[in-house]
């Protein structure tokens, strides 16, 4: 069966869809009422985030648009060191959608937010014409707790990075991009792969409850972990070292991205993260972070440092004429040092 555009009627139509697909999988005590709005009880500050997925195809290995709608969401709220609790979520849906792929696509939402301990509360579902968009967008924004921190910089934030940090990558770069990109054009020789999509706020909790001096927190979804460490280094006005022979790749992962002129460092992640911490801290995190299945991998990659002082670039030896605010830096294999620069444009496009 095919969706009509009187499902997005707000009509008898549209209380069907809704009640069939979404509230039959998605219920719950707050969004039973369908009230307009959410009512909530909140105890502490709150953090929030909101983000609207496009991906094409809709599955892929490891996941599909609805586990990372919820994935995606319920991440970038726990990298503040919150709680996350409630999502609300928009469907945008293309006239002529197969209810099956979108009762498939709820119920793997569904599966997701039973995982991250979450609810859906409230949400919208608009129908466009065929040829308005391309089968399903979703748009969720959450809502969580903010965990008090201990450390004496606050909550989790780009800009905490600090001068003798250690950088700590839970796991293997590029899976989720390469996937998506693999599925999409039917690349026959990327095999064995899938993507890393996943809820992290578990083990963010722990880390925060058990280590507590957590500086940053960051998920390097587009533009990979290189593009997500100048942003910090930006924000801190650090310099960020990483170490080539630290650096985890999957083997399957650094084959197809090498035949395809890619490099992992810029890959996404949907179930990674990166973790800042004071030297000090670093075992005790490791150790948390290797205890989750999510995070068994988890190894340090690199350190910070202040920036230069010189206005001098010094893997060019020219003068900038202009202060850097951030810098990485990656020491190859070879002893050598190059710089990362943030992405420009996008090598994989709709990849979330």
């Given at each position: 069966m095919k969706l009509l555009l009187d499902a997005g009627?707000?009509?008898?139509?549209?209380?069907?869809?809704?009640?069939?697909?979404?509230?039959?999988?998605?219920?719950?005590?707050?969004?039973?009422?369908?009230?307009d709005a959410a009512l909530l009880h909140m105890s502490s500050p709150i953090a929030m985030s909101t983000d609207s997925y496009t991906v094409s195809p809709l599955f892929f290995p490891g996941g599909d648009i609805g586990t990372?709608?919820?994935?995606?969401?319920?991440?970038?709220?726990?990298?503040l060191g919150a709680r996350p609790k409630y999502l609300s979520c928009a469907?945008?849906?293309?006239?002529?959608?197969?209810?099956?792929?979108?009762?498939?696509?709820?119920?793997?939402m569904s599966s997701a937010l039973s995982e991250a301990g979450v609810k859906i509360v409230t949400g919208d579902t608009k129908v466009v014409p065929k040829g308005a968009c391309d089968q399903i967008f979703i748009n969720t924004t959450g809502i969580g707790e903010i965990i008090p921190p201990t450390c004496s910089l606050g909550s989790p934030s780009g800009h905490n990075a600090k001068e003798g940090d250690v950088i700590l990558l839970s796991g293997s770069m590029g899976d989720h991009g390469l996937t998506v990109m693999a599925a999409r054009d039917n690349l026959s020789f990327v095999s064995d792969i899938a993507s890393d999509s996943a809820s992290l706020n578990h083990m963010i909790?722990?880390?925060?409850?058990?280590?507590?001096?957590?500086?940053?927190?960051?998920?390097?979804?587009?533009?990979?972990?290189?593009?997500?460490?100048?942003?910090?280094?930006e924000q801190s006005c650090?310099?960020?070292?990483l170490f080539e022979d630290r650096l985890p790749v999957k083997e399957n992962v650094r084959a197809g991205a090498s035949l395809l002129g890619l490099d992992p460092l810029y890959l996404a992640n949907e179930g990674k993260l990166l973790c800042i911490v004071p030297k000090d801290k670093m075992q005790q995190a490791l150790e948390?972070?290797?205890?989750?299945?999510?995070?068994?991998?988890?190894?340090?990659?690199g350190e910070v440092s202040a920036l230069p002082s010189s206005k001098t670039d010094n893997q060019s030896g020219n003068n900038t004429g202009h202060e850097k605010t951030g810098q990485v830096v990656l020491v190859t294999l070879m002893g050598g040092k190059r710089l990362l620069n943030m992405l420009e444009g996008a090598p994989l496009p709709r990849i979330c």
């Open positions: 009627s707000g009509g008898r139509a549209s209380m069907r869809l809704i009640n069939d697909i979404f509230v039959k999988h998605f219920d719950n005590d707050i969004l039973a009422k369908m009230d990372l709608a919820v994935h995606g969401t319920v991440n970038d709220v726990a990298m469907f945008i849906l293309e006239e002529g959608l197969e209810l099956e792929v979108l009762e498939k696509i709820v119920i793997s909790e722990r880390l925060m409850l058990e280590v507590g001096d957590i500086h940053v927190l960051r998920d390097p979804t587009r533009g990979g972990v290189a593009t997500t460490l100048n942003e910090i280094a650090v310099r960020c070292t948390i972070m290797r205890a989750d299945e999510k995070g068994k991998d988890a190894v340090c990659i």
